[in-house]
């Protein structure tokens, strides 16, 4: 199945120019060699809209406001996801064959030439590159535009295949594993452990409740404790009549 047509219009893009190469040819003819020249030029918003254009002329600055002009006619919005591309993908033109692979955050761009133009102008800042095939720079421009127009989102992905995007991560399939393992481990008879150091838990607050009895104790000691003064005062009291009886002999 063919990606879907992302192709936007130029109107109302800030859109940014580069000149990846300028090249002289000559035509021989009777009276000697008539020279013209060619420009490919990249053209983009930097954020998530590129375009490429090809422009000849006899004069330079003709040729690429001509590869310009061609550029925002073929515009095209790359899919993203966040500041790097949304899967890997291999784009093919002729004999040039660009591999690109998504990046983690802070790895820059690692492309050089007509690459490197055509990603920074895209908005992706940080992507995985390697030139597999031909170094011509027009087939090295064309097939990483042609590995950008072959990235997919993940919401397309599922509704071409009838899932979910949560099924098309993997989402869902890290959740049914979980229960596979929980219901393995019922079958195994796993959990009965559980249930016992959930009996276990309420136990250890035991010795809390045990603390209002020990402290009732406290009470009684020193109700034990007031009575012991009286026979103090019984001892204190005999002493008294003593006297009393070493009067009588006195008298």
């Known amino acids: 199945m063919l990606p879907p047509d992302r192709s936007v219009s130029s109107a109302g893009l800030d859109l940014q120019e580069r000149v990846v190469e300028i090249n002289r040819v000559a035509k021989v003819v009777k009276g000697g060699r008539r020279f013209s020249f060619t420009a490919l030029v990249v053209v983009g918003d930097e954020r ?17 406001q001509k590869g310009v002009e061609r550029a925002k006619k073929n515009l095209y919005r790359v899919p993203k996801h966040g500041s790097t591309i949304t899967h890997q993908t291999m784009g093919i033109f002729g004999a040039g064959r660009v591999l690109l692979k998504p990046a983690s955050p802070g790895t820059g761009v690692i492309a050089g030439g007509g690459v490197r133009a055509v990603l920074e ?14 170094q011509n720079p027009i087939n090295l421009v064309k097939a990483t535009m042609a590995g950008l ?5 993940p919401a397309e992905v599922a509704k071409l295949r009838g899932l ?15 229960e596979a393992v929980a219901t393995a481990t019922l079958s195994n008879g796993g959990p009965v452990a559980a249930p016992e150091a959930e009996a276990a ?7 809390e409740a045990a603390e209002p009895d020990t402290a ?7 109700v034990a404790a007031e009575p012991a003064p009286e026979p103090a005062e019984a001892e204190a009291a005999e002493p008294e009549p003593a006297p009393e009886a070493a009067g009588e002999p006195a008298a």
């Open 121 to 134: 102008l895209a908005g992706i800042t940080d992507i995985l590159s390697k030139s597999l095939g031909s």
């Open 201 to 207: 838990a309420p136990e250890a607050p035991a010795p």
């Open 216 to 222: 009732e104790p406290e009470p009684e000691a020193a």
């Open 164 to 178: 979910t995007i949560n099924q098309v991560l993997g989402l869902t399939e890290r959740a049914s594993g979980d």
């Open 48 to 64: 998530d809209v590129v375009g490429i254009g090809y422009g000849k002329a006899n004069e330079v600055p003709v040729a690429i």
């Open 149 to 153: 127009e072959s990235l997919r989102t």
